[in-house]
């Protein structure tokens, strides 16, 4: 499948192989999207993944894999990482980049956290996540109330935004009302849902089709 734009002719063509759902793939591809980048999308049927020779060729035996030509880059963090730095999303200078990864990995904790619940305890661990969200929505309200932008570092969407924002719609189909007593992170989410290009990717199928989890629980 070819998805989204690609003006940036000189870099090779971006494959992504990864599971028939959004999980951690979403945030790359929003980025990218906003990017106006195209990419290949391999998905994987989780029945050929059982067979294992894909899963032995990965180098921690797990998907997302990305191609960008002759790289293969497998953990979906390097992968955000490496595409804020080829498209401008990791900050003006060394401080902002240092602040951008303090916030993805405060991102990648509260998502650890989410997939627990969602892979392990759905059932009995739902409403406790939903009760303690709060005290982890207001750490991201915080630095947004404090940078006043709208983002969290700076003033244009880093790599770090793309995976807050991604981390807050499963949040918001989990609890439709989580944001409600958060205004800024309310607004930050709405700000980037209003981004020309995040919202066709967002209004298309290649994005709808998906399930969040591969689980079915969301
Ligand atoms: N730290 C890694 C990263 O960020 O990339 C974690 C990657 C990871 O957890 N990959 C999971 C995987 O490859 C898929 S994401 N699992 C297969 C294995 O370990 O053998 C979660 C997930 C689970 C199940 C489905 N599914 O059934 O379709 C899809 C996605």
């Given at each position: 499948m070819q998805c989204g734009q690609r003006q940036n002719t000189k870099m090779g063509p971006y494959i992504i192989t990864y599971f028939p759902v959004r999980g951690r793939c979403s945030a790359m591809k929003i980025l990218l999207s906003d990017k106006d980048q195209v990419?290949?999308?391999?998905?994987?049927?989780?029945?050929?993944?059982?067979?294992?020779?894909?899963?032995?060729?990965?180098?921690?035996?797990?998907?997302?894999?990305?191609?960008?030509?002759?790289?293969?880059l497998f953990q979906s963090n390097a992968i955000l990482r490496h595409l804020g730095r080829n498209h401008d999303a990791y900050g003006k200078n060394n401080r902002e980049a240092s602040l951008i990864d303090m916030m993805a990995d405060g991102v990648e904790d509260l998502?650890?956290?989410?997939l627990k619940m969602i892979y392990q305890d759905y059932d009995n661990g739902k409403d406790?996540?939903?009760?303690?969200?709060?005290?982890?929505?207001?750490?991201?309200?915080?630095?947004?109330?404090?940078?006043?932008?709208?983002?969290?570092?700076?003033?244009?969407?880093?790599?770090?935004?793309?995976?807050?924002?991604?981390?807050?719609?499963?949040?918001?189909?989990?609890?439709?009302?989580?944001?409600?007593?958060?205004?800024?992170?309310?607004?930050f989410v709405e700000k980037m849902?209003?981004?020309p290009k995040v919202k066709?990717?967002?209004?298309?199928?290649?994005?709808?089709?998906?399930?969040?989890?591969?689980?079915?629980k969301q």
């Amino acid at each position: 499948m070819q998805c989204g734009q690609r003006q940036n002719t000189k870099m090779g063509p971006y494959i992504i192989t990864y599971f028939p759902v959004r999980g951690r793939c979403s945030a790359m591809k929003i980025l990218l999207s906003d990017k106006d980048q195209v990419w290949k999308e391999n998905l994987v049927e989780i029945a050929d993944w059982m067979k294992g020779d894909l899963k032995k060729s990965c180098v921690f035996g797990q998907l997302p894999k990305f191609e960008d030509g002759d790289l293969v880059l497998f953990q979906s963090n390097a992968i955000l990482r490496h595409l804020g730095r080829n498209h401008d999303a990791y900050g003006k200078n060394n401080r902002e980049a240092s602040l951008i990864d303090m916030m993805a990995d405060g991102v990648e904790d509260l998502r650890t956290k989410y997939l627990k619940m969602i892979y392990q305890d759905y059932d009995n661990g739902k409403d406790p996540y939903i009760k303690d969200l709060p005290n982890h929505l207001d750490k991201f309200e915080a630095v947004l109330v404090k940078n006043k932008t709208g983002f969290l570092v700076g003033n244009q969407p880093s790599f770090a935004d793309y995976c807050l924002f991604d981390l807050m719609l499963n949040q918001l189909v989990l609890c439709p009302t989580c944001l409600d007593t958060f205004p800024s992170l309310k607004s930050f989410v709405e700000k980037m849902k209003s981004r020309p290009k995040v919202k066709a990717f967002l209004e298309s199928d290649g994005y709808k089709k998906l399930p969040i989890n591969g689980n079915g629980k969301q």
